[in-house]
């Protein structure tokens, strides 16, 4: 496993996740201001194909995507080099991508830009291990490629993300 980056690429689930369940703007506004900055900052960023999966669906959390200044990476022949690459270490790893639910495009991507930047993966996702599973998941391919991941809550505590709640007036 790969040591701690300086910069990390967000899985999409990070963001809709956040958005909809735990730190909902309505009651964590400050989450996504941190995110924002960080995005300023140059420590977080999403590939192209992350950005494409929410926007796709016209919501409050696309509209705050497209306003936001987090890096969207583009692709290029040196990530198409990697997802190459990501494929040819291990045929089971075309099975991140969920064809039959148009799911889970940009997982492979993820992967490709974090291989490229040397970044970490940033991602809601556990890791399959059960032995008769045809299912692979982010944190499987990210190990079997040195890829170093973590989930949002571990990015928060490394990051030394510290929220200040306050009751509304």
Not at 10 to 21: G, S, Y
Not at 31 to 57: A, C, H, P
Not at 111 to 138: D, F, G, R
Request: hydrophobic share 40%; proline share 4%; charged share 25%.
């Amino acid at each position: 496993m790969s040591t701690k980056a300086e910069i990390y690429c967000l899985d999409a689930n990070v963001l809709i996740q956040a958005w909809q369940k735990y730190y909902s703007p309505k009651f964590c506004p400050d989450y996504w201001k941190i995110l924002n900055d960080l995005g300023i900052q140059k420590k977080i960023f999403i590939s192209e194909m992350v950005y494409k999966e929410i926007i796709r669906t016209e919501d409050d959390l696309s509209k705050w995507i497209k306003k936001s200044d987090i890096p969207i990476r583009k692709i290029d022949e040196p990530v198409t080099k990697c997802l190459q690459a990501i494929y040819s270490k291990n045929p089971l790893h075309k099975n991140l991508v969920d064809n039959t639910k148009a799911r889970s495009l940009a997982d492979p991507w993820v992967i490709a830009h974090a291989i490229n930047e040397k970044a970490t993966v940033v991602t809601k996702e556990e890791k399959v291990t059960a032995l008769n599973s045809n299912k692979i998941k982010i944190p499987n391919v990210c190990e079997n490629m040195a890829v170093r991941w973590i989930n949002d809550f571990e990015l928060i505590a490394e990051l030394g993300i510290y929220f200040n709640c306050n009751q509304k007036q």
